[in-house]
């Protein structure tokens, strides 16, 4: 059984940055794909990045340049250093992690960007 738990979310001024962190627990982790999704409110979850085991990255256009993601298998963390962040980027904030036959989501956490 997996469990992720995220953290870091919170209020920011356009042009900040914030960092949020999933941590997982479980399972060796570190083989499966792990990625990050974000819904505003009245819309649909949207996914935003990802990366597999052995470091390739996807990103979805609107946060690249902006957004890195990155793992620490060591730890079964992964993390979304985010920057320039937006209004529009106003959303809940999901960690995710495919098995491939499986999606286990996160609790989400709440990134508002307001000034």
């Known amino acids: 059984q997996v469990q992720l738990v995220e953290s870091g979310g919170g209020l920011v001024q356009p042009g900040g940055s914030l960092r949020l962190s999933c941590a997982a627990s479980g399972s060796d982790v570190s083989i499966y794909r792990m990625g990050w999704y974000r819904q505003a409110p009245g819309k649909v979850r949207e996914f935003l990045v990802s990366?597999?085991?052995?470091?390739?990255?996807t990103y979805v256009d609107s946060v690249k340049g902006r957004f890195t993601i990155s793992r620490d298998n060591a730890k079964k963390t992964w993390y979304l250093q985010m920057s320039s962040l937006k209004p529009e980027d106003t959303a809940v904030y999901f960690c995710?992690?495919?098995?491939?036959?499986?999606?286990?989501w996160g609790q989400g956490t709440q990134v508002t960007v307001s000034s």
């Open positions: 995710n992690l495919n098995t491939g036959v499986y999606d286990y």
């Open positions: 990366i597999s085991n052995g470091g390739l990255t």
